[in-house]
Nanobody, 127 residues
Framework: QVQLVESGGGSVESGGSLRLSCAAS????????MGWFRQVPGKEREGVAA???????SYADSVKGRFTISRDDSKNTLYLQMNSLKPEDTAMYYC?????????????????????WGQGTQVTVSS
């Protein structure tokens, strides 16, 4: 059973940076598409970024040019570097593992199909 644990969240002022990490355990050898999602209470969960096993990435328009997703499979860790943070980036951030495909589907499909999810880490950006 794959387990995902996020860390790195916190409070930061607008324009600041944070780096989220997602440590994975329980892998049997294969790796799959992984992604970051976020959710604000009362709103639907939103796809942020995804990365496949070859390193190809995709981003939500709202974070393009500010966020960078990366992975280090030797460390079983997924990252999200967040720069130029805005108050509207405030949310609970979750990592997810597709568990089935090396190549990433569109973010909204990954959200529906991801087999494994972390518990989330809170990011708060003040103006």
């Amino acid at each position: 059973q794959v387990q995902l644990v996020e860390s790195g969240g916190g409070s930061v002022e607008s324009g600041g940076s944070l780096r989220l990490s997602c440590a994975a355990s329980g892998y049997t050898g294969k790796r799959y598409c992984m992604g970051w999602f976020r959710q604000v209470p009362g709103k639907e969960r939103e796809g942020v970024a995804a990365i496949d096993t070859d390193g190809s990435t995709s981003y939500a328009d709202s974070v393009k040019g500010r966020f960078t997703i990366s992975r280090d499979d030797s460390k079983n860790t997924l990252y999200l570097q967040m720069n130029s943070l805005k108050p509207e980036d405030t949310a609970m951030y979750y990592c997810a593992d597709d568990g089935d495909s090396r190549l990433c589907p569109p973010l909204h499909h990954l959200e529906v199909g991801a087999k494994y999810w972390g518990q989330g880490t809170q990011v708060t950006v003040s103006s």
